[in-house]
């Protein structure tokens, strides 16, 4: 693999830690480091040569002209400095033999194999890239000026097509760009990239997972295939021989609820009306651009509600105790927790400072 950094000597210590965590996962030899930088001190280009010839890496090192990104901006305050900038100018800084290579921030750590993602195709497309989910400026799409459907990527893992870059002459386009919209750019090289090539760029399939009190969220980008009918989508019936995001099917595979025959949405259908809980809920754009399954957690993990009023758990607490003395763990069991929460313990307190209850030796009583 080819892999290329940004630096200056902030972030030499950020990047060995990164090159660190990518060498352990990835132990084949061969691979070749690129370092792009205006110069830093030669024990610090020491130490990370030293590091890369450790695990067998060949280290390439490039001064980048520092003419050409003086003018960048930057703005006082700002947690990056204008090496982030470097990643633009590496179509003609890199090799003419090189077509291909994964750009790395130096701020990551890698846990895994990341062979998968240097094997993706980028046939006809600029680069791959994740989708910034959640975190780009409320703004970006008006002030960038192009349409929200192509999402906004993030540029700190960009598998490049620099054979694209070169042919589309991408690094003048940059330039000009940023010479052009100098006041637009708030997310500095992140922005130049998605105003450019917001319609050109291959992404990685991303699945996010997110886990409340009351649902479990799991969003696919992109969302299910065109061929597949809403009304059976929205009816927890679809079919199709064609899969959007292979991630999920090899996961449900893995946990032996799907084969390579539609078995997986029925079987979860299945369970879940087995387990009394309620049906997943959909939300997806109508591009299908995304699609998000919110699954509410069953009403049997549910710490009981005190929207009602405070007072009511108190009355029910002062209740059990008038038919006799309870440990907490027999007054949270008679309430229907199945452990006991903090909610509890906290009434618990509150009824104590009103003197309303005693405890001793751990059961409590009526005062």
């Known amino acids: 693999m080819d892999i290329v950094c940004s630096i200056d000597n902030n972030y030499v210590q950020h990047c060995c830690v990164m090159l660190t965590s990518f060498f352990e996962n990835n132990k084949e030899e061969g691979n070749v480091i690129h370092l792009l930088t205006e110069g830093i001190t030669e024990d610090n280009k020491k130490t990370i040569e030293e590091l ?3 695990y067998k890496g060949e280290f390439c090192y490039y001064l980048v002209n ?7 901006p930057i703005k006082e305050g700002d947690h990056l400095t204008i090496a982030t900038y470097y990643r633009l100018l590496m179509a003609d800084i890199l090799p003419q033999s090189i077509d291909k290579i994964l750009y790395l921030d130096c701020d990551i750590i890698i846990n895994d194999s990341i062979t998968e993602l240097w094997n993706t195709s980028l046939d006809g497309y600029a680069m791959a890239a994740i989708e910034e989910l959640g975190c780009s400026l409320p703004d970006v799409y008006k002030r960038l000026g192009y349409d929200k459907k192509y999402g906004y990527f993030n ?18 386009e940059f330039l000009l760009y940023i010479a052009e919209n100098y006041e637009k750019l708030k997310a500095h090289d992140q922005d130049v990239l998605n105003a450019l090539l917001h319609k050109n ?16 969220e799991i969003t696919s980008i992109p969302g299910f295939d065109s061929s597949i009918n809403e009304k059976d989508i929205l009816t927890f019936s679809p079919k199709t021989r064609k899969y959007r995001n292979r991630r999920i099917a090899e996961f449900m595979k893995e946990l032996h609820i799907a084969e390579a025959k539609n078995t997986g949405y029925p079987t979860i259908i299945k369970y879940l009306k087995q387990n009394e809980s309620s049906m ?9 651009s995304y699609v998000t399954v919110i699954i509410p957690i069953n009403k049997y993990f549910m710490e009981p509600s ?24 027999e007054i949270s069991k008679s309430l229907g ?24 030796d751990r059961i409590y009583y009526l005062n």
């Open 201 to 216: 760029y291959q992404y990685h399939e991303p699945i996010s997972i997110r886990i409340t009190k009351e649902t479990f």
């Open 337 to 360: 927790y199945k452990q006991v929460s903090g909610t509890l313990k906290k009434t618990i307190k509150e009824l104590l400072e009103e003197n309303k209850i005693k405890v001793k």
């Open 280 to 288: 997943p809920i959909i939300e997806m754009d109508g591009e299908r």
């Open 306 to 329: 005190l929207d009602n009023e405070e007072l009511s758990l108190k009355e029910r607490i002062i209740n059990l105790l008038q038919e006799r003395a309870m440990k907490i763990s």
């Open 66 to 72: 520092s003419e050409i990104v003086a003018s960048f």
């Open 52 to 54: 890369i010839h450790a």
């Open 155 to 172: 540029a700190g893992v960009l598998l490049i097509n620099l054979q694209y870059w070169r042919e589309h002459n991408l690094t003048r």
